[in-house]
């Protein structure tokens, strides 16, 4: 079966996936859906106004740390963010640009990269603009699709399933409707499916 | 180096580390410290009045599955409690009386398959004196000692100890000063210790 990816630009854990699905997903034989959206809205109704994170400070200790730990483990360069969460709306909405065209996957690794390992603002058009014109695809025109109404439309309807589907974290992976949530159950959800 | 292993005895994922621990520490040559404490007052300083499972409905959803599926996959039995979470306080104050005499392990594991195989209210004592009997001690003489002025004052600065350690769920796993959170990082805390 399909394993869908869900994650989110801004967030932490999803970085450690993105770096390892496509490898493991091989391996397994489980073809993967990449599912970009955002997590903002669904933390909103909670009442959170930033992450948890940073809600919670002893978490957020506890996370930096674990994700530091976790990088090692995997071999993977992480660079705390000097800013976090940063704003993972414009990534999210190229996202399903590249998703469209094909290259969702690359722009994808090369945007967490960009924020976890290197401490880019991921936020602004200019870092991006640069990852989309190392993809060879034209930056202007993929940042009027990527402004469409019918792209940012996609993206809110795209969030909407993810809630009602029952996914309140990132990454998330649902394998038919079994759920799946955090790095640390990818494994997990590859034997499901697979 | 030594495994402290910290547990709430309402807790769920507290219950699988509970029944793997002793095995895999085992296996690993890593010396294991039982450290029951309370959740709750925690939970309190952060306005939680309940679990968080109960809070956020889709959190809970998302553990019930979770546990369950992660309970098959160590061979543990499961049955989802009819209350939650159970009260924890009696079964911590009885724990520590364990630890003084040699016993804490036995009484632990008793206790959370009693709460999370067969549904039983752990927060009485009936059930409780039940598991004490059958580990061949005197009930009355271990509920006198559990509700004594000391060893309630004892139980509260273990908590404090955790909050002070940087504790904020549970399982927690403390390899010296390095903090592990949750049953799917025993295994890393236990690789850390030896």
Request: net charge negative; with cysteine.
């Amino acid at each position: 079966m399909e394993l869908e990816f869900w994650y989110e630009f801004a967030s932490t854990y999803s970085y450690l996936s993105v770096m390892r699905t496509e490898k493991l997903a091989a391996e397994a034989g489980v073809p993967i859906r990449w599912c970009p959206f955002l997590l903002g809205p669904i933390f909103a109704e909670r009442g959170w106004e930033t992450s948890p994170f940073n809600i919670y400070p002893e978490r957020g200790r506890y996370m930096w740390r674990d994700v530091a730990r976790r990088a090692a483990r995997h071999g993977l360069d992480f660079k705390r963010p000097s800013v976090f969460p940063r704003n993972g709306l414009l990534a999210a909405r190229v996202a399903l640009v590249g998703l469209e065209q094909g290259w969702c996957p690359e722009f994808t690794r090369a945007v967490f990269h960009a924020a976890f390992a290197e401490d880019r603002e991921i936020g602004e058009w200019e870092v991006l603009s640069e990852i989309v014109r190392s993809l060879e695809r034209d930056p202007e025109e993929v940042h009027a699709r990527a402004n469409a109404p019918g792209n940012k439309a996609a993206l809110r309807e795209r969030t909407a399933t993810a809630r009602a589907r029952g996914i309140f974290g990132a990454p998330s992976f649902l394998v038919g409707d079994e759920l799946f949530w955090g790095d640390d159950r990818l494994e997990e959800a590859l034997a499901w499916a697979s």
